[in-house]
């Protein structure tokens, strides 16, 4: 068996912030090196041959998730499906994801004073900014802050719009509108004021958006008894 083709610099940087993505996200900054080349599957000199620290890490990491062609691509990846329910399932899944890894992002980032709405290119190494801001004016701050997530929203609800559109002749709302209420379900969904097991199931949220959360039968089974019964028929 012949040698696996060594990885060019790019592709090496690349991998050591996916291995690192799920550590940032379980546990904010609070991660190794050792760790993360375990992640990774490499020695922890190979990683520092990429980056100079920890923090170059955190903040390629935070520029990585905060890639919204990333998060475009992964949706318009999901796997063709006849069900709508199964498929609007696993691209809940994604954006609950993509929400969760949003917030550890950004956690990681101010704990290591690197402002997530303007962070350093990452291959530099980020200065603590006392005024949380990088001497910005609080209101210009605000602002590019806000456009830059209004931008960031608009793309991914256009790749959201995209994926829904082998549907959109049988949607009961504009898909446009159907893919807002898809987007705004799955980032309330992991907001820190809630705390419930079913705001956390993809497949509880894509069912009822679904099919609503009125049956009109008292005595009928459960939404829970339900999802089961679809995803057992799916299986079949």
Known sequence: MGRAQAM???ERRQAIIEATRPLLVSGGGQFTIKEVAEAAGIAEGTIFRVFASKQEIINAVVA?????????????????QP?????????????T??????HAAF?????????PVVPPPPHQKSSARPDGHGGMPHAEHH???????????????EAIIASLQ?????????VEQAAFLIQSTAFSALHFVFDDRFLSDPALLADTLTYGIYSGHPDGPTQAQQVTHRRNLSKD
């Open 83 to 95: 069900d709508f329910t199964i498929h609007l399932a696993a691209l809940i899944a994604i954006l």
């Open 64 to 80: 990585d998730v905060l890639d919204t062609g990333s998060l475009c691509r992964r949706i318009a990846a999901l796997p063709d």
């Open 8 to 10: 060019s610099p790019d």
């Open 107 to 115: 956690t990681a980032a101010r704990l290591g004073g690197c402002d």
């Open 97 to 102: 994801e993509d929400v969760d890894a949003t």
């Open 143 to 157: 602002r590019r802050g806000k456009n830059g997530f209004q931008e960031r929203n608009s793309k991914v609800r």
């Open 166 to 174: 082998p549907w959109a002749s049988r949607l009961r709302l504009p």
